[in-house]
């Protein structure tokens, strides 16, 4: 395996690797468009612990991040779509 693509799927494997990320990513699947603070809201965590969160997904390539007006909305990417499928298959 090349070392370019090892590093990327470390970046995915950590991107998900916490509790609550999984639970952001599941989130963002399901309320696609949405902000920090309705994923803060809706899964009951700390805005900062969030933002921080989304941060690290967003590294891993997991999710993008958009201005719409003033709002900063989150969607899964079409990789952090497949990520999540295979999560799925884990329940």
Request: charged content about 25%; aromatic content about 10%; cysteine-free.
């Amino acid at each position: 395996m090349e070392r370019k693509i090892a590093k990327r799927m470390e970046r995915v494997f950590k991107g998900v690797a916490h509790h609550k990320r999984a639970r952001i990513l599941e989130f963002i699947a399901k309320e696609n468009n949405t902000t920090l603070w309705q994923i803060s809201q809706g899964l009951d965590i700390k805005f900062r612990n969030a933002s921080h969160h989304t941060e690290i997904m967003q590294k891993a390539g997991l999710i993008e991040k958009q201005y719409v007006g003033r709002s900063m909305m989150h969607f899964l990417t079409p990789y952090g779509q497949k990520v999540y499928n295979f999560m799925k298959t884990l329940e």
